[in-house]
């Protein structure tokens, strides 16, 4: 099945079950409210870069990885409200009216506890659940960990290294996507070819160190750095080792899924030294990815 990605103008009317949500991340408590719903009503660009864009956070993972993840829920119908000064200052009596119950028929809708919807966020669960039109749930925090799960959590756990935490967060490891650029040649000269990916600023990124990590499916070696024991003056980069792979990926789009964290970036004395260590990191690479277990 293929999730049918769609604008609000472009829904075509028919009874719905909505989720409603920004859902960057897609995390366990997001996963929650989408449960037994046909459709995902989200909103592109992130609220926040349109409200207080000084505030506005990196993002977990672009539109194609959400639709994606989206789309492995089970859900039909991928529906995006374009989020913009005018959406923003919509009624949230005219959110329910117009858009939930003229445009997209719904007969349910299911919401976190704490989603907040329409001019100056006026719109809450409790006036969802006031409507006689359709059924609200209203589905609880989650904690993982002891902690509530949220997409500030998993931004903070990510950009830290902490990619086990994450994952545990969202369900399923972090994914980072990108195309395969062309790089100094250096680990090919050390035996070490590697996919390089210059990641976007305006998203979330691996903390500096050495993963573990899945790319394209295949087990990887994983370095998120600026390679300290080169003078490269070159900026942040993700260089993908693909674990007995032989192929050119220039220009292809890879999508990393990150599951451990090995070690933190480093210095070292040597080439000889740094070779000695890419070599136990590969392995200890090979034998994590084996081992992996989706949670």
Do not use: W
């Amino acid at each position: 099945m293929k999730v049918k990605v769609t604008q609000l103008a472009g829904a075509e009317p028919r009874s719905r079950d909505v989720a409603i949500g920004v859902f960057d991340g897609v995390h366990v408590g997001h996963r929650k409210v989408i449960d037994a719903a046909d459709t995902v009503l989200t909103f592109e660009p992130h609220p926040l870069r349109v409200l207080h864009p000084d505030a506005a956070p990196k993002l977990i993972m672009p539109f194609e990885i959400k639709r994606d993840v989206i789309e492995g829920l089970g859900v039909e119908e991928l529906i995006m409200i374009s989020f913009d000064d005018e959406f923003s200052s919509i009624a949230p009596e005219d959110f329910c009216s117009r858009i939930l119950v003229e445009e997209l028929g719904a007969k349910s809708v299911s919401v976190g506890e704490n989603f907040r919807f329409g001019a100056k966020a006026r719109g809450d669960p409790q006036m969802l659940a006031s409507r006689d039109e359709f059924e609200t749930r209203v589905v609880p925090l989650v904690e993982v960990d002891g902690e509530i799960v949220s997409s500030t959590r998993v931004r903070s756990l990510v950009a830290a290294g902490e990619v086990e935490a994450a994952t545990r967060c969202l369900g399923a490891p972090f994914l980072l996507e990108g195309t395969v650029v062309e790089g100094d040649e250096r680990g090919r000269k050390l035996g070490f070819p590697t996919a390089n990916i210059v990641p976007s600023d305006d998203l979330v990124c691996p903390g500096h160190g050495v993963y573990a990590a899945f790319a394209d499916g295949r087990p990887a070696a994983v370095n998120v750095g600026v390679r300290p024991t080169f003078e490269t003056g070159r900026g942040l980069l993700v260089e993908a080792y693909l674990i007995d792979f032989d192929g050119d990926l220039y220009g292809r789009t890879l999508r990393i899924a990150f599951i451990s964290r090995l070690r933190g970036e480093r210095r070292f004395a040597g080439v000889e030294e740094l070779i000695a260590q890419m070599h136990r990191d590969v392995e200890a690479a090979r034998e994590l990815c084996a081992s992996f277990t989706p949670p």
